[in-house]
């Protein structure tokens, strides 16, 4: 058969040999907590255990090149792992470190910003936050106006970033600041690695309707940051953002290995209670989750084979949001009238309940935060606007 | 692992849509259906000699032995000029059952269904079901064989069949008759279809069949008959991809060209973004597509889950494509003289045989209810070794 998605010999033995290493490595307080998460992110006392086995094994960021402490595996490799560890129920470890900082600094960074920073990152010493979005500058991110001035061999930035997701337990910011006014918006953007615990920041936290302290406002008054610390050249910063998008996009696998997570956690939900898949309309959403799952799984695949363009990256960010969104509100229609009942106490699994009443309890604060899924990252608007100028009509 | 076409399907697809785009004309489609058989004849023995008749079929019995990818291809390439030849209804179900379930001697007429002469349809689902085909046709011993007694309402492909391919309930469970087209006490009443194609209303009265024109002996033959039938559902969602990326196409270009309020349509963005939903749909279609071919390859849940699937998602896709290109075509959409209308028909056309979207979906619910594990991980999670 000329289609074919079955792996090799080889493949499903390196499949088999993670699939062990995880079983034998996994914390179970970290299986627990990321079965029991209701936010976007994975806390660090959930993720950091598991950063440390990995770390240990030489397994924290695999795909990197050997000589920056990776183990140089192939995209179908990297997918593998990912998929492995979603199935595991592993958390994601440092996901800005390894998605934004980590590619930035190796492709856009000095030797010295790589030998100060990747180490660090790769050990999970350092816990990096996300400083892109202002009060004003969401989906126009282009617009922001945090300013980094010239001053000697360091930059003084004045400003405040929003959004930051667990900055709040981060030591370390990546920021995109406007270093220089003249010209368009895009022209005067410089990327800078922030010292979370440098005079003049101060983080003030954002709670959510989910219940969940995640994000942050990080106020900038004079922080004085080192030119060393700037990746890349003054008015970069927009190229290296290109960039990083462009590096997200081949990194397949995660969106949907998250989704098949999700859908096993509302299937689990539906196994507690017999009645539950009895509930007017609850068998038919699943089917059609089911079929809308599989069909992105093998979106992504494609994407993973045959490369992965802006089209592509922003229809898996569209379509994945969307499935999460349908995941959880299927979950708390099959919870029926249960859901009314609320539990602010966070993280879930402080509290002395069997684990049955703790997923059924983390049901309507999970769907509550997922409404964000379809706003950051690229609201859905902003995709459908880059799909609309880039498929293609053959 | 591979999601492309090779060099060869890709040769195959180019002289396909080249025959087609010169063959198959929108404006003269009315009178075509009008004519004597409902289709081009003429087109039909190109399409012969050209061998894609011999693509469904196996090497033993005169085809080209291809996978569900090679003929794909031909299926999707019809589609995209609303072809009306029954290279689905004949070659691939009719030619497909008589090769699945017939005995050596009982597939000897496929040489004709090869080179064209020869017409099958399969006359099977009476009334579409969750689970599959409804058959109440009966099958009782008579002097000399069977006789059969049922109706089979609006099938596809059947009013130019020269041979029909009947199932009927004997008492052994489903069997599948060779039933010639002049046999006594079958009327074949011709009946238009939604989209123009002509199908007949098949009513068995008492008709005679010789014990060897029951395909493979007196057997149950639904597992293997429906098997078949996934073949078709699968080139039929093909085809089906043919037909909306033509409706991307026309509708981008509508939408470019179309000025209203000083601008053309796609300056607004309520425009591109559902022009953007359809592309999503699309892409989204042809992957479930690419994962019920190779499903084929497939048993049991693992078959079900990704025939349903490609059926499902095709069909989700095809309705807000179809409903889509109507909606920003304005009025001209809802006319006759616009191909566009004439695609969303055969997407109605589409979800209303084998099993609609809903249909489809609860299929799947009900293999996810029963064993969840292979939905809660990657595919390639659950993957096992070759023996």
């Known amino acids: ?394 | 692992m591979n999601l492309r076409y090779n060099d060869e399907q890709v040769m195959l697809s180019d002289s396909a849509r080249r025959l087609l785009a010169d063959r198959v004309d929108f404006t003269t489609r009315a009178a075509v259906l009008a004519g004597e058989a409902g289709f081009d004849r003429a087109l039909w023995r190109e399409m012969a000699e050209m061998g894609w008749l011999a693509v469904p079929l196996p090497e033993r019995d005169g085809g080209l032995g291809g996978d569900p990818a090679d003929i794909g291809v031909i299926a999707e390439a019809m589609g995209e000029v609303l072809a009306v030849e029954p290279f689905l209804t004949s070659a691939v179900l009719g030619a497909g059952v008589l090769s699945a379930l017939g005995d050596d001697a009982q597939r000897q007429p496929l040489a004709d269904a090869v080179s064209g002469e020869l017409i099958l349809a399969l006359a099977d689902d009476e009334a579409g079901g969750l689970t599959g085909s409804t058959v109440s046709t009966t099958a009782v011993r008579a002097a000399d064989g069977w006789m059969l007694n049922g109706v089979k309402p609006v099938v596809p492909g059947a009013a130019a069949a020269d041979v029909l391919l009947v199932s009927a309930r004997t008492e052994s469970g489903v069997g599948v008759f060779c039933i010639p087209r002049d046999a006594a006490g079958l009327t074949l009443e011709p009946v238009a279809l939604l989209d123009g194609v002509r199908g007949a209303d098949v009513t068995l009265i008492d008709v005679r069949a010789a014990g060897a024109a029951l395909l493979g002996g007196a057997v149950d033959v639904r597992g293997r008959l429906d098997a078949v039938i996934d073949q078709a559902v699968i080139a039929a969602c093909f085809e089906m991809l043919g037909g909306l990326s033509v409706l991307m196409r026309v509708t981008h270009e509508y939408c470019g060209a179309r000025v209203q309020f000083g601008r053309p349509l796609s300056a607004f963005q309520t425009v591109r973004h559902q022009l953007a939903a359809m592309a999503v749909a699309l892409e989204e279609a042809r992957a479930a597509a690419r994962l019920g071919a190779i499903a084929l390859n497939a048993q049991g849940a693992a078959r079900v889950r990704g025939v349903s699937s490609a059926k499902a998602k095709v069909g989700r896709s095809a309705r807000l494509i179809s409903n889509a290109a109507v909606q920003l075509h304005g009025g001209m959409g809802v006319t006759e003289e616009l191909n566009v209308g004439a695609y969303l028909k055969r997407a109605l056309s589409f979800d209303l045989q084998f099993g609609a979207v809903e249909t489809h979906e609860l299929r799947v619910a009900a293999l996810v209810r029963s064993d969840a594990t292979p939905f809660t991980q990657a595919m390639m999670c659950g993957q096992e070794r070759a023996a």
Request: glycine share 10%; hydrophobic share 40%.
């Open chain 1, 1 to 394: 058969m000329s289609f074919d998605i079955a792996l090799s010999a080889e493949q499903l033995d390196f499949r088999d040999e993670m699939r062990a290493f995880i079983e034998a490595h996994l914390p179970d307080a970290s299986r627990r907590g990321v079965e029991l998460n209701v936010a976007s992110m994975f806390e660090p006392e959930i993720s950091r255990p598991w950063h440390g086995v990995l770390h240990a094994q030489g397994l924290a960021a695999p795909g990197w090149p050997v000589e920056h402490g990776g183990r140089g595996w192939d995209a179908v490799q990297q997918y593998i792992w990912r998929m492995e560890c979603w199935r595991a129920r592993a958390p994601a470890i440092s996901p800005f470190g390894m998605r934004l900082v980590a590619p930035a600094i190796m492709t856009f960074g000095t030797e010295a910003q790589k030998a100060e920073f990747l180490p660090r990152l790769l050990s999970g010493e350092d816990y990096w936050c996300q400083g892109f979005s202002e009060p004003g500058a969401g989906s126009d991110l282009a617009s922001l106006r945090c300013q980094a001035k010239r001053d000697g061999d360091h930059y003084i930035l004045n400003g405040t970033k929003l959004w930051q997701t667990h900055a709040h337990h981060s030591n370390w910011m990546i920021t995109l600041v406007r270093t220089d006014d003249g010209g368009r918006p895009q022209e005067g953007v410089s990327c800078l690695l922030v010292d979370l615990r440098a005079p003049g920041v101060t983080i003030r936290p954002i709670h959510t309707i989910g219940g969940d302290h995640e994000v942050n406002q990080v106020f900038l008054d004079d922080v004085r940051i080192p030119v060393a610390h700037r990746v890349g050249d003054e008015g970069q910063g927009w190229a290296i953002t290109k960039f990083l998008l462009e590096e997200e996009r081949r990194s397949a696998g995660n969106a949907v290995g998250r989704l098949r997570y999700s859908f096993g956690g509302l299937l689990r939900l539906l196994a507690h209670e017999p009645g539950r898949w009895g509930v007017p309309g609850v068998e038919a959403r699943v089917g059609q989750i089911a079929v809308d799952l599989d069909a992105l799984e093998m979106v992504d695949l494609g994407q993973l084979l045959n490369g992965a363009e802006a089209f592509d990256a922003s229809l898996m960010k569209l379509r994945a949001s969307q499935l999460e969104q349908a995941i959880s509100e299927a979950a708390v229609l099959a919870l029926g009238r249960a859901a009314l009942r609320w539990e602010p106490v966070r993280p879930l699994e402080m509290l002395s309940l069997p684990d049955v009443a703790l997923e059924a309890l983390a049901v309507v604060p999970r769907h509550l935060n997922g409404r964000a899924r379809t706003i950051y990252g690229g609201a859905s608007e902003v995709q459908l606007d880059i799909i609309s100028k880039t498929y293609k009509n053959n």
